[in-house]
């Protein structure tokens, strides 16, 4: 890939699978976690689905290979009217950071939501991500709210 290609920021189509699979394991091994084939197979059905209020997915593209995607979900909130946006995966292929590949994908969702009536858009990240959070804290801000999950 040269430095110049251009990247073309892009809805997922059902050929991209084989590049989409390895991103998001790629992604998924930055968080040190797998998930089986089956989720694999369900996360893209979704993601190729109809429903704007199931999965949606965005990738970014240069040299007609990917080389980033985003999922994101709309979903109601007790304190809004209006749905908001979770931008859930967020990945640039290691080759592709620092060349705007994350800050593109963010700002497409960001578009999407506004198209979709959903002006609130969050995420979260682990506190390792360091690099990650040097653009996350240039396009957003954080909130001081502290994630708990149910212990397994």
Not at 78 to 101: F, N, S, T
């Amino acid at each position: 890939m040269t430095d110049a290609a251009p990247v073309i920021i892009r809805p997922l189509k059902a050929s991209d699978r084989a590049d989409w699979a390895a991103l998001w394991t790629g992604y998924l091994e930055f968080y040190q976690t797998s998930v089986p084939q089956a989720v694999y197979d369900s996360t893209f059905a979704r993601l190729l689905g109809d429903d704007v209020r199931d999965f949606n997915a965005l990738v970014a593209e240069a040299d007609g290979r990917l080389v980033g995607l985003t999922h994101y979900l709309f979903h109601r909130h007790a304190w809004k009217i209006e749905e908001v946006c979770y931008l859930q995966d967020l990945y640039a292929a290691p080759e592709m950071r620092g060349r705007g590949v994350g800050r593109r994908l963010i700002e497409a969702v960001y578009r999407a939501a506004d198209e979709a009536g959903a002006p609130a858009v969050y995420w979260l990240t682990q506190d390792f991500n360091t690099t990650a959070r040097l653009l996350y804290d240039r396009i957003g801000r954080q909130t001081p709210f502290i994630r708990y999950v149910r212990p397994t």
